[in-house]
């Protein structure tokens, strides 16, 4: 996702027009990283020249629609469906905080942070698909780093806390008929830890990558909650804290609000103007 927009159309061009976060094509000084600019243009010379210089592009041609624009940027988020009766909830980052746990693992064990995580990193989605268990990783891990593990990090580690706004957003849309699921990338022992939280009896149902076989980014995993609540994508709303899942949900057409702060509003004032005209 991009945050500043980078054209050189006219202001009142109808991909852009009052639109926030533009500066003129070609840049000419932004303290923003390059990478986090999108450059529409009609030029394919002048897209070129921007993806050179390390900008994502887009081609405003006849085929290009504002929606398109608007999906790439870390600032905009889908509006409600008209007829809302589905909202998916990922949990980390979203439902819960304080869920960091790879720096409290690397310094128990005086592992070299980058190693560290380069390295969990090859086994982060066999693990929250269920493909290897905890107990598989952390006998390779120890091999690996020559250090003695005891117990399990991943559970010694995870000390999430409760996100009150969305405890209150998610009892508001259960009370005006709405149904709620969580749908989450974890692991078993962070599962049943927010279990014993009490943070899975919010929901109306729950969704757990682990148990599912399939984690997000993949349309899969959207794919098996949306049939198993028999319920149309156009009727749904996801809601995550990560750039790569909410761009992969709109990509199979599911309305999406990332969960996240950025130029302009902070990630809980986006969730209440999302979710300002619900009853």
Same mark, same amino acid.
């Given at each position: ?169 998610? @009892?508001? /849309?259960?009370?005006?008929? &709405?149904?709620?699921?969580? $749908? =989450?990338?974890?692991?078993? !022992?962070?599962?049943?830890? *927010? ?59 599911? @309305?999406? /609000?990332?969960?996240?702060? &950025?130029?302009?509003?902070? $990630? =809980?004032?986006?969730?209440? !103007?999302?979710?300002?005209? *619900?009853?």
């Amino acid at each position: 996702m991009y945050d500043i927009i980078a054209t050189d159309l006219k202001r009142d061009h109808p991909l852009i027009d009052g639109l926030p976060h533009l500066v003129a094509l070609p840049i000419q000084g932004s303290g923003t990283h390059l990478g986090r600019i999108l450059a529409v243009s009609g030029s394919e010379d002048r897209l070129i020249e921007a993806e050179e210089a390390g900008m994502g592009s887009l081609l405003a041609d006849d085929a290009c629609t504002r929606r398109d624009v608007l999906l790439q940027m870390s600032w905009y988020d889908d509006p409600l469906p008209e007829h809302l009766a589905l909202v998916l909830f990922d949990l980390g980052g979203v439902v819960v905080k304080n869920i960091t746990m790879l720096g409290k693992i690397a310094r128990r064990y005086a592992l070299e942070r980058e190693q560290f995580f380069t390295d969990y990193r090859h086994y982060e989605f066999p693990l929250m698909e269920g493909a290897i268990s905890e107990e598989q990783y952390w006998q390779r891990a120890a091999e690996h780093f020559g250090i003695d593990v005891t117990g399990n990090p991943f559970l010694d580690a995870f000390e999430p806390v409760v996100n009150d706004e969305m405890v209150r957003l998610i @009892a508001k /849309l259960r009370s005006s008929g &709405v149904r709620v699921v969580c $749908a =989450s990338n974890t692991i078993d !022992s962070h599962w049943n830890i *927010l279990k014993g939280m009490g943070v899975l009896d919010l929901f109306d149902a729950t969704y757990a990558s682990h148990i599912l076989g399939c984690a997000k980014p993949k349309k899969r995993f959207h794919h098996l909650i949306l049939d198993a609540e028999a319920v149309d994508g156009a009727q749904a709303y996801f809601i995550d804290d990560s750039e790569t899942n909410v761009m992969a949900a709109r990509r199979m057409g599911l @309305a999406s /609000l990332l969960y996240a702060d &950025v130029p302009g509003a902070r $990630a =809980s004032e986006r969730l209440a !103007s999302a979710f300002a005209l *619900l009853r």
